[in-house]
């Protein structure tokens, strides 16, 4: 008994191509079979002998597109046809923009209040002292924007020093000067526990059509989100995804086992090759277009989101990996003036019949196979390498050629070999880690506060987004002024200078607090008999002439004036600057160094 006809034959998807003589053509294979399975390509010595069969009279017939019956009806394929190697390069398209060159370099505290600007920080005061009183209205909080920005800058001083237990920077024997001479312990813990920034009495239920997954941190969110639109965009972008580490209990959290930190909320960035965030989009659980937007699915309308931003037919390029990479997103970026390549799956590749992974492996590695297609009246390249396994190329611009070459490991020569590599792959590359480069920059100093909300996690993720934004834009002014590399502030340096002026301009730290006052971490008696160690740094220029919290103080040891210019030695020392200064009738060192 035949089985087949026993169980009964699976339906398949008729697939035809059908043969037309056309005026012109070059490739006599281009129409190969297009059905979603993969199919084994033909070797190169029968290509050649099919190539052969036809007389140089006669023209090359063309494959025509091919029209597969599915559940959803007829779809139309693209024609896909090999390129004809080094005789046909791809040129990448000119960047039309600009960015205006910078005048100066600001202080850092500067680029972060360009984002933590003092309207959102005046709001963060107004909602925290409301929750306050929703919450016992017997116990007003009554904070002040100085102590938002001071807690903000204690908080930055907290994720350097990175203590296991927030109560240590007061501790006898762990105090941190920098955090326990600003703020006591319990005043920190009551702005952290009333920290808010939405009404709560806005807030509509799950079952409304109107309710927001993002409310409690949405003015926060739509702020920076503006902040960073507003930057001007370099020529050349990337979008990946990013995790904001987190395992507490929420409805937005997301796992992900291939990831550094496995649970967390998803965002999904655009940046430029340097790390510097462009605009982003927190995942709330489904992606719909913008109004007047195309659907193309939620991979494609991240984008498409993304890029919203960019100004039309600029020539901007843009990277991305193989979750957004589709036909339908290539011929939508193309449209709005944006050339784009990513890595491919082959299954988004309709009608593509690519050379398979053993005949490419048999060819060896740096072996490639390379088609194009029209799609919508754009052109749109694929380009599949083997180095130790295949991947698989799509875009709008670029090729394989010119091929270069890249240094790879030979088992059996047990030494480096020289391997073929297409062009495509470089510059993908060379321009794709940017989010990887901005999620490095992030862990260095990430500030992790224990919170029982949620929302916090994303508010202090939003906080290092921006020192990190900060300091790149700082890079950047920095590189268009000529100043090299060494002379430039690293991002641990950078991030010291923001939190000292945050805590110290334009505050006065020598105001009494309530409580009983804290122990010194060393006993008087040996603090005396310590040797004098280096001098202290002369503070931020802001700290230094914001005219708040300088008084003057004797000390029984006498060191070095800090004054520019004067080299005597005094007793008198500035308590917020904490630098030596005279301060006599002959010389009045006190008074010039605190001016502007």
């Known amino acids: 008994m035949n089985p087949d006809f026993f169980y009964g034959k699976k339906r398949r998807k008729v697939v035809q191509n059908v043969i037309v003589p056309p005026e012109d053509s070059d490739d006599p294979h281009a129409g190969e079979s297009s059905s979603d399975e993969d199919v084994e390509s033909e070797s190169p010595d029968d290509s050649e002998s099919a190539s052969d069969s036809f007389s140089e009279d006669e023209t090359t017939p063309e494959l025509h597109p091919v029209e597969s019956v599915g559940r959803k009806g007829i779809k139309r394929l693209p024609v896909w046809k090999a390129t004809c190697g080094a005789d046909s390069p791809k040129t990448c398209p000119l960047w039309l923009g600009q960015i205006d060159p910078a005048e100066s370099v600001k202080p850092p505290v500067d680029y972060f209040l360009e984002i933590f600007d003092r309207e959102i920080i005046t709001h963060i005061v107004e909602q925290s002292n409301l929750y306050a009183l929703q919450v016992n209205v017997n116990k007003p909080l009554n904070v002040s924007p100085e102590e938002i920005e001071q807690f903000l800058g204690c908080v930055m001083y907290m994720s350097i020093f990175n203590f296991p237990r927030s109560r240590m920077y007061w501790g006898v024997h762990t105090k941190l000067n920098e955090v326990s001479s600003v703020i006591s312990r319990n005043r920190f813990e009551d702005i952290k526990s009333k920290l808010h920034f939405n009404d709560n009495t806005n807030m509509v239920g ?119 990479t589709s036909l339908a997103l290539l011929t939508e970026l193309h449209k709005k003036g944006v050339y784009s390549l990513g890595t491919v799956r082959c299954n988004r590749i309709p009608g593509c019949n690519l050379l398979p992974d053993k005949e490419l492996k048999k060819r060896g590695r740096g072996s490639i196979d390379e088609k194009e297609a029209t799609v919508d009246g754009v052109s749109v390249r694929v380009v599949k390498w083997f180095d130790n396994r295949p991947v698989t190329l799509m875009g709008t611009f670029g090729g394989a050629h010119p091929m270069g070459t890249v240094q790879r490991w030979d088992k059996k020569g047990k030494g480096k070999v020289e391997v073929q590599c297409p062009r495509m792959v470089k510059m993908y590359n060379d321009c794709m880690g940017g989010v990887d480069l901005c999620d490095a920059n992030l862990s260095r100093y990430r500030i992790f506060l224990k919170s029982r909300k949620y929302y916090h996690r994303l508010f202090f993720h939003f906080v290092d987004l921006a020192v990190v934004n900060s300091w790149s834009l700082y890079r950047r002014d920095c590189d268009s002024l000529g100043i090299s590399k060494k002379k430039q502030n690293d991002l641990l340096e950078f991030k010291m200078r923001i939190a000292e002026a945050l805590t110290k301009r334009g505050k006065d730290i020598l105001l009494k607090k309530r409580g009983r006052k804290s122990h010194d971490s060393v006993d008087a008696k040996f603090e005396a008999k310590r040797k004098r160690g280096p001098a202290n740094p002369i503070p931020e220029t802001t700290c230094r002439v914001d005219g708040v919290g300088h008084w003057p103080q004797v000390k029984d040891v006498r060191q070095r004036c800090k004054n520019p210019g004067c080299s005597g030695k005094t007793v008198f020392l500035c308590t917020k600057c904490d630098v030596h200064l005279c301060l006599n009738k002959n010389s009045n060192c006190f008074i010039k160094f605190h001016e502007k």
Not at 232 to 246: A, K, M, N, Y
Request: proline letters at 7%; one cysteine or more.
């Open 206 to 324: 799950k079952d409304n059509p109107l309710h927001d997954k993002l409310f409690k941190i949405r003015p926060i969110y739509d702020h920076v989100v503006k902040k960073f639109q507003a930057i001007p965009q370099s020529g050349v972008l990337c979008v990946d995804e990013q995790i904001v580490p987190f395992k507490g209990k929420s409805t937005l959290k997301q796992y992900n086992p291939k990831k550094p930190y496995k649970w967390g909320y998803k965002i999904f960035v655009l940046c430029d090759t340097k790390g510097l965030v462009h605009n982003f989009e927190l995942y709330t659980g489904k992606i719909t277009p913008l109004p007047g937007v195309t659907d193309i699915g939620a991979s494609g309308n991240v984008v498409l989101n993304l890029v919203s931003i960019l100004e039309s037919n600029k020539n901007f390029t843009l990277y991305f990996d193989n979750w957004f």
